[in-house]
T-cell receptor, first 112, second 111 residues
């Protein structure tokens, strides 16, 4: 079955710098890749997603890139702010299913 | 206001005592799903439902049951809870949508 690996597990950046979180997936047929943000003690929130027919998607300071050949996708956050501090999860959904397989999460700390 | 409501928010129970965690949504979403969240393991999908009377197993379905008799409700049933089911549980709706929502979570402790 599908397996998703996420790196790094923790990431500290200075405010204003960029942060990049990378996920790799095993099932080449996976076709939907969402990213979630979970602040401490809160529920996960979908922040951006990408489908396999698109290579990149951007929403203000957040972007996601997908490399189908290498089977990896990445979350890019530019001009980081303290409120970006949270745990970020990637996920992949194998084609023909409505399953989600999640990565184990990245704890991002933005240092003021 | 769009809402996904889980009840209870906190529950401490004993091994073997059947329990149900309810989930209700007011967004008319066809897709609903249950996850458990454990430290170091992230989120793992338990069951999902594409519509009324249509359910399927996620990654970790053992020890759990679900039902989808109405579009708005998707209860999670633990017939005989065990300590390894102690976890934080989330219900969610809206697969593949930017407006996908999670419920507030249910913290379950089985002693």
């Amino acid at each position: 079955g599908e397996n998703v690996e996420q790196h790094p597990s923790t990431l500290s950046v200075q405010e204003g710098d960029s942060a990049v979180i990378k996920c790799t997936y095993s099932d080449s047929a996976s076709n939907y890749f969402p990213w979630y943000k979970q602040e401490l003690g809160k529920r996960p929130q979908l922040i951006i997603d990408i489908r396999s027919n698109v290579g990149e998607k951007k929403d203000q300071r957040i972007a996601v890139t997908l490399n189908k050949t290498a089977k990896h996708f990445s979350l890019h956050i530019t001009e980081t702010q303290p409120e970006d501090s949270a745990v970020y999860f990637c996920a992949a959904s194998p084609a023909g299913t409505y399953k989600y397989i999640f990565g184990t999460g990245t704890r991002l700390k933005v240092l003021a | 206001e769009a809402q996904v409501t889980q009840n209870p928010r906190y529950l401490i129970t004993v091994t073997g005592k059947k329990l149900t965690v309810t989930c209700s949504q007011n967004m008319n979403h066809e897709y609903m799903s249950w996850y458990r969240q454990d430290p170091g393991l992230g989120l793992r999908q338990i069951y999902y439902s594409m519509n009324v009377e249509v359910t399927d197993k996620g990654d970790v379905p053992e020890g759990y049951k679900v039902s989808r008799k109405e579009k708005r409700n998707f209860p999670l049933i633990l017939e005989s809870p065990s300590p390894n089911q102690t976890s934080l549980y989330f219900c969610a709706t809206g697969w593949g949508r930017t407006e996908a929502f999670f419920g507030q979570g249910t913290r379950l402790t089985v002693v």
